[in-house]
């Protein structure tokens, strides 16, 4: 992903790092954290180690700015089973699962359209978890105000 940013903004800065733990030599009006990333860290400390990281990096009145899942968004996303989306030829089956103990697998498989009958395989499962509003918003005050 990064080889094919570099090339499409050529001139940017781009890192690959822990977003738990990341450390760059420099400060920032915003911060982004996009498409629910965080829910991808399974312990609520990596959240607010996150969330300290963020700040650190951040210039005075600095925005953080992240999206997230709710317990009750994955709940519904479970529920749901499973979803198709069509993009230029190619397909895409996602299907969540409840894992347990907040814990929820996304199954994904893409099918790639290589030539006019002929696809590539590409399958992967990956792991979301949630918090409670009220929890995240009390580490965020604690952090911030």
Excluded: C
């Excluded at 499409?8 to 977003?19: A, E, F, T, V, Y």
């Excluded at 990341?22 to 860290?41: A, E, G, K, M, T």
């Excluded at 650190?56 to 709710?70: A, E, I, K, P």
């Amino acid at each position: 992903m990064l080889r094919l940013a570099r090339k499409k903004l050529p001139g940017i800065r781009l890192h690959q790092q822990d977003m738990s733990s990341f450390q760059l030599d420099d400060r920032f009006d915003s911060v982004i954290i996009p498409y629910d990333s965080i829910n991808h860290l399974r312990r609520f400390s990596d959240w607010i180690r996150t969330f300290r990281r963020a700040k650190r990096h951040l210039n005075g009145g600095g925005l953080l700015v992240f999206d997230v899942n709710t317990p009750h968004r994955l709940r519904e996303l479970v529920r749901a089973g499973s979803s198709y989306k069509e993009f230029n030829g190619s397909h895409m089956i996602m299907t969540v699962r409840d894992a347990g103990r907040g814990v929820t697998d996304w199954h994904i498989r893409i099918f790639e359209r290589i030539e006019d009958n002929r696809f590539g395989l590409h399958e992967q499962t990956i792991q979301e978890v949630g918090f409670d509003h009220a929890r995240v918003m009390a580490a965020l005050r604690m952090l911030f105000f």
